[in-house]
C-alpha cells in the first residue's frame, strides 16, 4: 500500500481554498448564522503550538458549524500595536511598522498552512489607519457621552517601559511585559469612565450561560460589589477640618476602632504640604505602587498627625489620625478606620505604632476572648460594643449599626466597587494616537472629524527612551481653523485595540464608521468565542464595558454583550531544560540517550525541569512549521486536540506526534482498502453492521463538538478505525460503502480536513457536502448490559436481550453458578 503524501494532498487542498474563496461569508437572512472567533493574535515573529491548539478548536467548530448549513463568519486579525514592537524596534534599530508587518506575514503563512477556514478577506490590522481611523472615532463619541475625560492622578509607571500600566497589568507588583518594579507616578491621564456600567457589568453575567463560571467568578471578583456604610467622622483639630469621610464594609466593629488612616493624596494633605517629614514620607510611598497587590505585599507605614477622629458611637473616645501608605485615595473615599483587632493590616499597622487593641467580636458568648498576633476575621457575637452587644456577627450587627448611624445622621448605607476606571494613556510611539489636542490654556479640543485619522508620524528608527512623540515638533504643532494647537503625545493602552475588533470583522472594509450597523445585527454578538483564561478580567471586560459604552444614548445600538458562548482553553505544556550555567535550553538543541538529555553540540548532560506552558523566554517551544513540514498538518491538528480536554493543559510529546502522524497512515491504508472494496462492486446482502458503526461514529462526534469534547473526537476516531477494519472483510455492496464512507469522511472533516477531502474525491464525490444525519434505528442495541450488584458490590455484567422483563433476570440471576456463590444463606 501507497503511503500518505501529506505534502502533496495538503498544499493541493490549501490551493483550492484559496482559489475558491469557499470561506467568505455574506450576510444572508435566509440562513442561520454562526460566528466564531478566536482571540487574535499578536504578530510577535512565528506561531506557537499555542496559536496552533486555539485556532485548530475554533476551525473544528467552524467548519463543523458550515457543513449543518450555516453562514459561518470565521475572521483573523492582528492585535499589532503594542511595546513589544516598539521595543524591538529599538533594539534592532527599525521602525515598529516594518518589524510588525514583517511578522505578520511569516504568521500569516504560518496559520494557512494549518489549513484553517478563515475568510482572508475579512483581515484586519489594528496598526493600520484604516481601522484605528474609526477608534478615533469612538473615542470622541465616548467624549461627547461624558464616558472619556482626562484629570491629574497617581499611576503605575513602568521605569523600565517608561509607560503607564493599568493595574490589570501589574503582577505581583511588577509590569506584565518588562518584568520591572512598578512605581507611583503623577501624571495627566485620559480615563475611560467604565464605573458608570459596574452594575450593568455585573448584573449580566448572571445572563451569560455559555460562559465558564470561573472566568465570571474572576470578573465578579474584580468588579467588586459591597456594602457598606459612609461616616462622617468628626475630628478634633487646631486646623479648618471638620470631618473626614470613610466608606466601610464593617461599621459594627467601630467600638474597636484605634485609628483613622487617611490617602496621602486625601483633601487634608494640602495641610502638610510643606512638612519636610510628610514630604519624605509621600516620596516614600510612591515606591510602592499602586495596585492593591503591591500595597498588600509592602511594609506599612504611617505619618501621624495632629489630627484626632471622634468615635460616632462613642464621642467620648478620640484617635490619632495617620497617613497610611496601603490607602488608596481612588477607592471609597481615601480613609479607612483601623479596627487591629479584626483585621490583619490593621493589626500589623496598630503593633508597630503601639496603638490600642480592643477585641469586639468574639467566637462565642460569655466567654473571655483576647488577641494576641493573629486578628479575629470570623464570625461571632459583638462584645465591648454597648447597646450592640451579643449582637450576631455579621447577620444582625451590620445592619443593626447602620441603622443606628442613619436614625442619628452620623452614617448613610452605601453600595460600593472595587471596580477603577480604565486609563488608557500611553506614554509611546507604536499604539492610537489620541484624537486631541491643546490650546495654549492647555485646555483640551476635538481634532474634528474630518481631519481624521490622526496618524502616526513616520519615523526610520526609535533611538530615544521614553515617548517619541514628544520630541516630533512638526507633527505636534497642529493648526485648527486658523488656530495654532499642540498634539496629545500619548497613545492609546493597545486594550482599547482589542475592545473592540470584533465589530470591525463583520465589515471590515466599510469606510463610512467602524461597521455597518445591517452587518453587525446580522453577525453579533459573537456566537462562540474562544481564548486564554489569562485575558478573563483584562480583554474580555474591557470588551464587555465597550458595547455598553456604545449602546450608551444610543437607541440604534442596543447590544450590550458582545460574546454569547466563551471556551478558555489550556496550555500548551513541555518540559524544560537547563544547561550547567542554568541557562534555558531548547529542545532542538538536545539529544536523547538512554532516557536522558544532552546537548549536541557538547554532549554535556542537561537538567530536566517541570513542563510548562511553552514559552520563549524559557526555550521549551515547538516550531509548528517544522511539526507541519515533517509530519502535516493533519496530525498536527489531531495530536493537539487529543490526549487532553481542550479546558485543560495538554502535554506536548514526540511520542504523541508521531503516533498521530502513524494514524493517518492507518486511515490511508484503511481508505486504499475501502477503494478495492468499492471496486469489487459486491452483491447486495442485509448485513447492517456498517451503518450501525457510521451512525454510532455520527451521534458521538456530534455529541464530542458541541460539548467541547475534543479529545474524545479522536477516541471515537480510533474506534472507528477499529471497527470499519473489522467489518470491510463482509464484502458491502458498493453504494452502501460509498454512502456509508462518505458520512463517515464528513465526520473527518473539521478535524482532518485535508485528508478527508482527498479521499472523498478518490470516491468520486463530487457534490456539496453537508453534515450526515442519523439514522436512529441502527442505534438500537438488540442486547443490554446490567450490571449485577450484590449488598453494593459489582460481581457480573450480564448480557441480555433488550425486552427481558425484570422477574426472568432476577430468575437467570438465581441460576447463575457464579452469582449462587454469593446469594447463599443470605436475604437480598
Not at 191 to 210: A, H, P, Q, R, Y
Not at 451 to 465: A, D, G
Not at 558 to 568: Q, R, V
Not at 665 to 676: P, V
Request: charged share 30%.
Amino acid at each position: 500500500m501507497d503511503r500518505y503524501n501529506f505534502k502533496t494532498v495538503e498544499n493541493k487542498w490549501q490551493q483550492y481554498w484559496k482559489s475558491q474563496k469557499s470561506f467568505s461569508t455574506k450576510v444572508d437572512e435566509n440562513k442561520k448564522k454562526f460566528y466564531c472567533l478566536e482571540m487574535f493574535p499578536y504578530p510577535s515573529g512565528k506561531i506557537h503550538m499555542g496559536h496552533v491548539r486555539n485556532y485548530t478548536i475554533g476551525d473544528v467548530l467552524a467548519r463543523y458549524k458550515a457543513l449543518q448549513g450555516y453562514n459561518v463568519l470565521h475572521p483573523m486579525g492582528w492585535d499589532s500595536f503594542g511595546m513589544p514592537a516598539e521595543n524591538a524596534a529599538r533594539q534592532n534599530k527599525l521602525d515598529p511598522k516594518t518589524w510588525t508587518e514583517k511578522n505578520i506575514s511569516t504568521m500569516k503563512s504560518q496559520l494557512k498552512k494549518l489549513g484553517l477556514s478563515i475568510d482572508w478577506d475579512k483581515e484586519i490590522s489594528t496598526c493600520s489607519s484604516k481601522y484605528y481611523k474609526h477608534q478615533q472615532e469612538f473615542f470622541l463619541e465616548l467624549y461627547d457621552k461624558g464616558l472619556v475625560y482626562r484629570k491629574e492622578s497617581y499611576v503605575n509607571w513602568d521605569p523600565i517601559d517608561n509607560t503607564v500600566l493599568a493595574n490589570e497589568q501589574v503582577i505581583d507588583g511588577k509590569g506584565w511585559r518588562s518584568g520591572a518594579i512598578v512605581e507611583r507616578k503623577k501624571l495627566n491621564q485620559w480615563f475611560f469612565k467604565i464605573t458608570e456600567f459596574s452594575k450593568e457589568l455585573l448584573d449580566s453575567l448572571d445572563n451569560l450561560k455559555d460562559w465558564p463560571n470561573k472566568v465570571k467568578v474572576m470578573q465578579k471578583n474584580w468588579i467588586g460589589k459591597s456594602y457598606g456604610c459612609e461616616i462622617a467622622f468628626k475630628i478634633d483639630s487646631k486646623k479648618e477640618i471638620k470631618e473626614i469621610k470613610c466608606y466601610t464594609t464593617r461599621p459594627d466593629t467601630l467600638f474597636g476602632m484605634s485609628f483613622l488612616a487617611v490617602s496621602v493624596d486625601h483633601p487634608i494633605s494640602k495641610f502638610y504640604a510643606n512638612n519636610p517629614e510628610f514630604i519624605k514620607f509621600k516620596k516614600e510611598c510612591s515606591r510602592t505602587g499602586t495596585t492593591e497587590e503591591a500595597i498588600a505585599a509592602a511594609d506599612k507605614l504611617g505619618f501621624k498627625t495632629d489630627l484626632q477622629a471622634i468615635n460616632p458611637l462613642e464621642p467620648g473616645i478620640k484617635v490619632p489620625v495617620y497617613f497610611a501608605n496601603f490607602v488608596l485615595m481612588d477607592y471609597g473615599l481615601g480613609a479607612v478606620f483601623g479596627c487591629p483587632a479584626h483585621d490583619q493590616r490593621d493589626l500589623d499597622f496598630a503593633r508597630k505604632y503601639n496603638l490600642k487593641v480592643t477585641p469586639v467580636v468574639r467566637p462565642e458568648k460569655d466567654k473571655d476572648f483576647s488577641i494576641t498576633e493573629k486578628a479575629f476575621t470570623e464570625s461571632g457575637y459583638l462584645f465591648n460594643s454597648k447597646f450592640l452587644d451579643n449582637l450576631k456577627v455579621p447577620e444582625e450587627s451590620i445592619d443593626k449599626t447602620i441603622a443606628y448611624l442613619e436614625e442619628n445622621n452620623i452614617g448613610q448605607r452605601k453600595t460600593n466597587y472595587r471596580l477603577k476606571d480604565w486609563g488608557i494613556s500611553r506614554q509611546r510611539y507604536w499604539g492610537c494616537p489620541i484624537p486631541i489636542a491643546y490650546d495654549e490654556n492647555n485646555n483640551p479640543v476635538k481634532i474634528p472629524k474630518d481631519m481624521l485619522p490622526v496618524e502616526l508620524p513616520k519615523i526610520n528608527q526609535l533611538s530615544s527612551t521614553g515617548n517619541p512623540l514628544d520630541e516630533m515638533v512638526e507633527w505636534k504643532n497642529i493648526t485648527i481653523d486658523g488656530k495654532k494647537f499642540i498634539r496629545e503625545t500619548d497613545t492609546l493602552d493597545t486594550f482599547v485595540d482589542s475592545s473592540w475588533y470584533f465589530l470591525r470583522f463583520c465589515s471590515p472594509h466599510y469606510d463610512g464608521y467602524g461597521f455597518n450597523s445591517d452587518e453587525v445585527k446580522y453577525w453579533m454578538p459573537v456566537d462562540q468565542y474562544i481564548g486564554g483564561v489569562e485575558h478573563a478580567i483584562l480583554h474580555l471586560l474591557y470588551s464587555r464595558f465597550f458595547m455598553q459604552a456604545l449602546s450608551y444614548q444610543d437607541n440604534s445600538f442596543n447590544i450590550k454583550e458582545p460574546f454569547s458562548g466563551l471556551f478558555t482553553q489550556g496550555m500548551v505544556c513541555h518540559e524544560t531544560y537547563k544547561d550547567e550555567n542554568d541557562n534555558w535550553v531548547s529542545p532542538d538543541e538536545l539529544i536523547a540517550k538512554d532516557g536522558k538529555k544532552f546537548l549536541k553540540s557538547t554532549k554535556k548532560q542537561v537538567k530536566v525541569g517541570p513542563s510548562e506552558s511553552m514559552s520563549k523566554s524559557k526555550k521549551n517551544t515547538i516550531d509548528p512549521e517544522k511539526i507541519i513540514e515533517n509530519y502535516g498538518a493533519d496530525s498536527a491538528r489531531l495530536f493537539i486536540l487529543s490526549d487532553s480536554p481542550p479546558e485543560k493543559d495538554v502535554q506536548w510529546s514526540d511520542e504523541g506526534i508521531n503516533s498521530s502522524y502513524k494514524f493517518i497512515q492507518k486511515l490511508w491504508i484503511l481508505n486504499q482498502k475501502i477503494i478495492e472494496e468499492i471496486e469489487a462492486n459486491h452483491p447486495s446482502n442485509s448485513n447492517n453492521d456498517l451503518e450501525k458503526i457510521t451512525n454510532k461514529f455520527i451521534k458521538e462526534i456530534t455529541q464530542n463538538i458541541e460539548s467541547f469534547s475534543y479529545n474524545k473526537i479522536i477516541a471515537n476516531f480510533h474506534e472507528t478505525y477499529s471497527a470499519l477494519n473489522k467489518v470491510i472483510s463482509n464484502k458491502i455492496e458498493r453504494e452502501k460503502l460509498i454512502e456509508n464512507y462518505k458520512k463517515i469522511l464528513i465526520a473527518f472533516n473539521p478535524v482532518i480536513p485535508h485528508f478527508s477531502n482527498e479521499c472523498m474525491e478518490m470516491i468520486n464525490i463530487k457534490e456539496e457536502v453537508s453534515w450526515p444525519k442519523i439514522d436512529h434505528k441502527f442505534l438500537v442495541e438488540e442486547n443490554i448490559k446490567f450490571i449485577i450488584q450484590l449488598n453494593g458490590k459489582t460481581r457480573k455484567i450480564m448480557v441480555a436481550e433488550k425486552d427481558t422483563t425484570e422477574e426472568l433476570l432476577i430468575t437467570n440471576i438465581k441460576e447463575d453458578k457464579k452469582l449462587n456463590e454469593y446469594l447463599k444463606n443470605k436475604k437480598i
